[in-house]
């Protein structure tokens, strides 16, 4: 149980485009669920929590219009890179979590996003 | 400021022997959770072992268990018996799920 999926997995683009990138529980319902960013041989960078209905909660120094998250369903959430550069080149991580107070956050297997 | 801190870069341990890794962090909540994730080459985070802070008692995982230090803020990952599959990153998790800057552990034949 607690399946987490991303998609795409990797996905190239041009310059200047938007890209979606989906975060999906399987076989849960997450209350509450993160964006983190990941550069080569780097640690885990959170992004961005967002809660079901709710507007997401940007760590200092993201940029909200420029990582749009949404999430409109408890298995659900999405992060729209838009107007996307070579610098917002990375490997792009959700997570979810269950209600309750153990906060143990289940991974997606990460989106690697390449712009040209 | 919440912080997490993995002061070794890179682990090496010989098959079957024992490494243990560090982390301390720094947080201001008096009851929180702290984790341990192994990140293999395939990138997919994996949990690995969880403390409660409350709990005294040293979670264990059949061959992984911690140092939980609370008043020192130390939260140490021993790892026994290490077999090759055990390669790959490691990274400590602060209750506001803030990341340590990781460990890279390689398992010697």
């Known amino acids: 149980g607690a399946v987490v999926s991303q998609h795409p997995s990797w996905v190239i683009c041009k310059s200047g485009t938007s890209v979606k990138i989906e975060c999906r529980s399987l076989d849960f319902q997450a209350t509450t669920m993160f964006w983190y960013r990941q550069f080569p041989k780097q640690s885990l960078m959170l992004m961005a929590t967002?809660?079901?209905?709710?507007?997401?909660?940007?760590e200092q120094g993201v940029e909200k219009d420029k990582f749009l998250i949404n999430h409109a369903s408890l298995t659900l959430s999405t992060l729209t890179v838009t107007s996307a550069h070579p610098e917002d080149s990375s490997f792009y991580i959700c997570s979810a979590r269950l209600a309750g107070r153990n906060r143990e956050q289940f991974f997606g297997p990460g989106t690697r996003l390449t712009v040209l | 400021a919440q912080t997490v801190t993995q002061s070794q870069p890179e682990m090496s341990v010989q098959e079957a022997e024992t490494v243990t890794l560090s982390c301390t962090y720094d947080?201001?909540?008096?009851?929180?959770?702290l984790f341990w994730y192994k990140q293999p080459p395939s990138r997919q985070m994996i949990l690995v072992i969880r403390?409660?802070?409350?709990?005294?008692q040293n979670a264990t995982e059949n061959r992984f268990s911690v140092n939980f230090q609370k008043a020192a803020k130390s939260f140490s990952l021993k790892i026994s018996d290490s077999q090759l599959g055990d390669a790959a990153m490691y990274f400590c998790a602060h209750p506001k799920y803030i990341f340590g800057t990781g460990t890279r552990l390689k398992v010697l034949a």
């Open positions: 967002s809660n079901e209905g709710s507007k997401a909660t940007y």
């Open positions: 947080t201001s909540e008096s009851d929180y959770y």
């Open positions: 403390q409660e802070a409350y709990k005294q």
